[in-house]
């Protein structure tokens, strides 16, 4: 999986690493030790479904987050993955794609500068794209066959279909991920990424507390990327402990590899540092509004 990002995607080691959340010395080892293995062998012969999924998917995140071509190629093949199979997580895959890259135009402000999903113009978010997702999802989900990408595409549809920022259904989308970390016999080790979804959207419904009392169970697996540090820096923003918030940010930003995640996680830190030190004993609700990732 990570030679065929590295060789046919055009993915970088680092990208990998950070996708497979392991140190980039480690996934530089596993590519050599793939192709090693492939030495000599013919690729003539179908390959694991399951395995072609997890390479798209991780083809459209690093496009969605860096590369607009690779998410367009992502899309393109998967519906062309739709077209050669049955499998209902094909098109739970191709409708993930579509629902995420139908807010695409408004992630970015005229500078190129992140801008966080509560803050986007949604009037720019591609309609027609949307409800394509929507649709290649229900005729998905009515299989009854369900699989991570079709519960992804579900979350995603849950934030699409929020006319604002405050009116995003938390308490659903806590229940689809609960039936993402159901998929694995050990979440925190073998999906780490989907527990940490779920603390944020546990500490929108249940209070900031709950949350981040969630993610400690993950300090061991993510205490070194910087997706768990930011994600503490929402949690304790939507607690109201600014000065943690923006100590969080600023730690996230400092290990971020991608600029414009850093350059976005920097100005969150100085943002709520200055709220900070103007009203430095402010306590918000635990359950008030903060600004989620993009």
């Known amino acids: 999986m ?4 590295r060789a046919v995607g055009g993915l970088t080691t680092r990208e990998i690493a950070d996708a497979f959340y392991v140190p980039e010395a480690t996934m530089a080892q596993r590519i050599s030790r793939a192709k090693r293995t492939l030495q000599g062998r013919r690729l003539d012969q ?3 479904l399951a395995v072609v999924l997890r390479v798209l998917y991780l083809v459209y995140t690093a496009g969605h987050a860096r590369r607009v071509d690779l998410a367009r190629e992502a899309i393109r093949l998967a519906r062309q993955l739709t077209l050669a199979t049955e499998e209902p997580e094909a098109r739970g895959l191709l409708a993930l794609m579509l629902l995420n890259h139908a807010r695409l135009p408004a992630r970015l402000d005229p500078e190129g500068r992140i801008v966080t999903l509560d803050r986007q113009d949604r ?6 794209e949307i409800a394509e997702g929507v649709r290649v999802l229900q005729s998905a989900l009515a299989v009854r066959r369900l699989g991570r990408y079709q519960i992804e595409a579900a979350i995603a549809a849950l934030h699409d279909d929020a006319a604002s920022a405050e009116e995003t259904d938390w308490p659903q989308i806590v229940a689809w991920y609960d039936d993402l970390v159901a998929l694995t016999d050990d979440p925190v080790r073998q999906d780490p990424a989907a527990v940490l ?3 944020v959207a546990v500490g929108h419904v249940h209070g900031a507390a709950v949350g981040l009392r969630e993610t400690d169970r993950l300090r061991e697996i993510l205490g070194e990327r910087h997706r768990w540090h930011a994600a503490r ?13 923006a100590r969080a940010y600023a730690e996230a930003a400092r290990r971020a ?4 995640e850093r350059d976005h996680l920097v100005r969150q830190a100085a943002s709520v540092g200055r709220r900070a030190r103007e009203d430095p004993v402010s306590r918000r609700d635990p359950r008030s509004r903060a600004r989620p990732t993009a």
Do not use: F
């Open 123 to 128: 009037r720019l978010w591609d309609t027609r």
């Open 257 to 260: 590899t991608n600029v414009a």
């Open 2 to 5: 990570a030679l065929t990002l």
């Open 46 to 48: 179908p390959g694991d």
């Open 233 to 245: 820096g929402h949690l304790l923003e939507l607690g109201g402990d600014l000065p943690a918030a």
């Open 197 to 199: 979804g779920r603390a």
